[in-house]
């Protein structure tokens, strides 16, 4: 089973940015690979994907526009590129994969493997 392990995260005033990375323990053929958050209270949210056979990338409105997603297949990477970071982006951000095809890539439930998350501080 992939594993996934996440890091960069940390505390940042709003409008900075961050970039978080995850380490994939080996390219599967999953459908999806994604991003994840919960804040604290709330329900899961998925934020961003690239659909792995079409390298496509999705995101939810939340963060279209600010948030970009990409992989480095030669590192077994994936990464979260966050720019102008606002409090309410505070969350625990999860890396975690779909294994079959799904036409609903951003809802968090279609993920079946998960990281442990890092957490992402936005406060002044």
């Known amino acids: 089973q992939v594993q996934l392990v996440e890091s960069g995260g940390g505390s940042v005033q709003p409008g900075e940015s961050l970039t978080l990375s995850c380490q994939v323990s080996e390219f599967l053929d999953y459908y999806a690979i994604g991003w994840i958050r919960q804040a604290p209270g709330k329900e899961h949210e998925a934020v961003a994907c690239?659909?792995?056979?079409?390298?496509?990338?999705l995101y939810s409105d939340s963060v279209k526009g600010r948030f970009t997603t990409s992989r480095d297949n030669a590192k077994n990477m994936v990464y979260l590129q966050m720019n102008s970071l606002r409090p309410e982006d505070t969350a625990t951000y999860y890396c975690a994969t779909i294994a079959r095809q799904t036409a609903t890539p951003l809802r968090y439930s279609q993920y079946t493997t998960w990281g442990r998350g890092t957490q992402v501080t936005v406060s002044s």
């Open positions: 690239i659909l792995n056979k079409f390298g496509i990338d």
